[in-house]
């Protein structure tokens, strides 16, 4: 028996780029936190401290800055398809490059004229994502969000659920649901499309399910969003979604002397449900 | 000498309350984070552990729920208005109560029909609070928001500060600036205002300030957002502000062989700078 | 085409518990926070919002209490063993069960007379895990810790590494080492043992590694660290290891007339690196 | 009427520091976060961007590593106290600083030898805290700690409280009594002392009675750890705290069929009672 290294990959994380871009009439602005790891021919480091083969994460972070000074930045998924194929381009003992942006998303000040031409307020806590993973054969191109957090007062039940001496869950027809979703699609190999356009479509989906559906389960909803999103990209063969059931808890007032009017509720954080689920496209 | 308590006060923090009110046409919901602190003739209960005169703080979670139930919370201002005259009104020994409330924000999820009329989409991380502070013969009424983003990509400049041998930091006629405002007024003793309608004054007028200001240092875009809010809301006496200059650094690109065009940035959280101020309206 | 639910889970994370055994001479506490997973024949919740399978996350948080009260809760994995098993016991059409335990560390108060027998100080940040993954045919258990700080102030040098354009970092043969250890290691099939004798033997070699080792890079040292864990545990058969590079960068100090003496560092958080490896135990 | 600059203050905050100091037989190790603010003259900047009295806060950034590289850091008082006083000796215009630092917590590796010479593992999530103040004529030295988890599973009570129509919450003779402990003591004018060894008595005076006390309310529990600490040292003539009461609910088996044996509790984080004081010494 012997002890062997049987999987590697390092990199780093977090470097975080903000790009101004002055066009004549107006300023864009992009942030990103970056996350770069690479596989490969790296034994030599973990086994000996032969440092030869390692590319300095250091280095990896003067790639961002430094590829970001020509790029367009014209979406997140085109910077971190670049940046993994440099690392492949310069690198013969790489074999895999992973890259994960996170775009912080910053709304125009709103004025009388319209938007500000370089003035910005800040658009949420949730993130737009992308994960590029590149090897020498293929690119796997994936688009998602996290931490977008969605409620909706009425049209969702929970019912008709198991039993046993563990349960004491009432059924309810009309609770408040509410979470912060996940959501990653995968493009097909070889699309190259306006993922800035493909982004904002299948966000747009997904709301308007949310929106309307007749919810008797978070698990319904969740693949009612799921299916939305594949149907309105047919680049997207796939869909990994995770929905926090963050809990409203109606608060008991009839101690207190007062009836329930399905109108007060305890927020919670934790414990919370978590419902997940993976949809594809498949040759039927 | 002897030891002596000479201040004290108790309470209960983070009390979360979700309400929907069911009109025909629309659900409205209201987040809170509720605090709430007494103050009074509790000494006993710190020297002695005598608990006679103690309002449990599970009972003051009680209230924050009982009492929503029967309030129209127009306004986070309102519901703390009343919350705290409930604990001096119910408690001669109580002389003081202050009353912090902090808004999760919701926005109606848009539809080809407007506004949804049930579903919402998180409308960021900043947070609208009040606090009331009130005694047997004051109360004091301040309104506020924490953690709103905001950035311009130039009208900036830092020039002409003082030097000595510790500094460094060369000169800049065209630097980013982004903050995460902190914003708290206060009201002119007994004023009974439409609170919403002031604070969307007072957030606009700031926000319209930052977005034009030709700044020369983040002090004076403070001082000239603290301005324009007084200047816009008579009713408001003063206002303190606090604006952490969240520093995003020019990437120097020379040393990779590129020009450096103030188009490249690293975005850092910290070390910050933390600009402050409060600004009053007196008599001249 | 059509679009098909291709895997699916759900259950209830941070289930907090806080268990008190009362011994005639002495109280031990156990805080653990359990997430709950379950797969199997779910699918008609997803699809058409029929519960008659879901056993509620409600219920899974009433089994974590319930069955904490009959359990010695000797070691975070047996009470994780008999949670995934209650799981697949009731339910047929359960296929697989996950539960994750995370324990908060408590420490006896010192007193003149030894561990105080009731009173305890919190242990640090860090947390010990386990992670249970149970079908019908297969039990895996692993072990392991997050978020452990390490620091070693010399014997680590990084040198020799690849350079390019885009390499800045100069060699060093005297750095901080610096990480925040996360270590999850994989249980053989069958495996029953005394899990807190094990999980005190593996951190205390790793301990012992990071110590003393003469860090060519934190690849070398990494991959140390995992080899003597399985060294010391032979029923481990797997380590997963990740540990960033948390960077204490020397402040320069010529600019500002002084000589730099390796005394003198900023603490990052970001960007870091991230070094990741898996050892196995193999036949020759 | 008109609308005047009341209050300013502006600084450089979460400066991070860690500095090595290489002894012949042990390396020790401080890491600091400092932030520091200064008041003084600085109208010009807020009223009018006349940056000449502005000290940039990236200067006093530089002068943390520069005064470190020169100071024994001996104690986190002892240096802030060096820091707070350059600004004002070298800025006749600043008539006050305040500085303060928190102390990340780091413990050396025990070894079959003893403590490690160099190798350090994390001491905890709490942090030892200063604040210095320095005016033209006075300097207070405050002293603190905040973040420290403490426990004990029995000799908690909470009986006798007062009970009203909103008051549902049960007596109980045997709680579990859980807080994260903040306090800040201050020194008398002029002392000169060995900060460390006032902190670490303070520090075992409070934990000391924390475990041993009869707890009959958390505020009583509270003021004898104050009073404990003016005890044992002369030289503090106040001292402030905050102990938020951390809640561990019982939780109630009997729905589940199992008797309740107050061992079985849900860990919660919120809401939370926040109890405070001021304890000072005085004159009979």
């Known amino acids: 028996m012997s002890i062997r290294l049987v999987a590697n990959s390092y990199g780093k994380s977090s470097i975080r780029l903000t790009k101004v871009t002055r066009h004549a009439d107006r300023h864009d602005i992009t942030e990103l936190a970056v996350d770069i790891a690479v596989e490969g021919d790296f034994a030599a480091t973990y086994l000996t401290g032969d440092n030869r083969q390692v590319i300095a994460t250091d280095t990896m972070r003067n790639t961002v800055y430094a590829l970001a000074a020509d790029h367009a930045l014209s979406s997140p998924e085109n910077f971190a398809l670049d940046?993994?194929?440099?690392?492949?381009d310069r690198n013969a003992h790489v074999t895999a490059a992973t890259v994960r942006c996170a775009a912080t998303p910053w709304n125009r000040i709103g004025t009388a004229h319209g938007?500000?031409?370089?003035?910005f307020v800040g658009?949420?806590?949730?993130?737009?994502?992308?994960?590029?993973?590149?090897t020498r054969e293929t690119v796997a191109?994936?688009?998602?969000?996290?931490?977008?957090?969605?409620?909706?007062t009425t049209d969702s039940e929970f019912r008709g659920f198991l039993r046993d001496e563990l349960t004491t869950l009432p059924e309810t027809d009309d609770?408040?649901?509410?979470?912060?979703?996940?959501?990653e699609w995968t493009y097909s190999a070889g699309a190259t499309l306006d993922w800035n356009a493909e982004y904002d479509r299948i966000l747009a989906a997904m709301l308007a399910v949310f929106a309307d559906h007749k919810s008797l389960s978070v698990q319904q909803t969740?693949?009612?969003?799921?299916?939305?999103?594949?149907?309105?990209?047919?680049?997207?063969g796939s869909i990994h979604l995770e929905m926090p059931n963050q809990h409203r808890i109606p608060f008991n007032l009839q101690p207190l002397g007062k009836p329930n009017r399905n109108e007060i509720f305890v927020t919670t954080r934790e414990p919370f449900g978590l419902i997940t689920a993976t949809l594809a496209r498949e040759t039927r």
């Open 123 to 134: 658009g949420g806590a949730e993130r737009r994502t992308c994960r590029i993973r590149r």
């Open 115 to 119: 938007p500000h031409r370089h003035s």
């Open 83 to 88: 940046l993994s194929a440099h690392f492949l």
């Open 175 to 183: 609770r408040i649901f509410a979470t912060l979703l996940d959501a």
């Open 222 to 236: 969740l693949y009612a969003m799921g299916e939305a999103a594949l149907e309105v990209c047919p680049a997207a």
């Open 141 to 152: 191109v994936q688009t998602g969000l996290t931490g977008l957090p969605l409620l909706k």
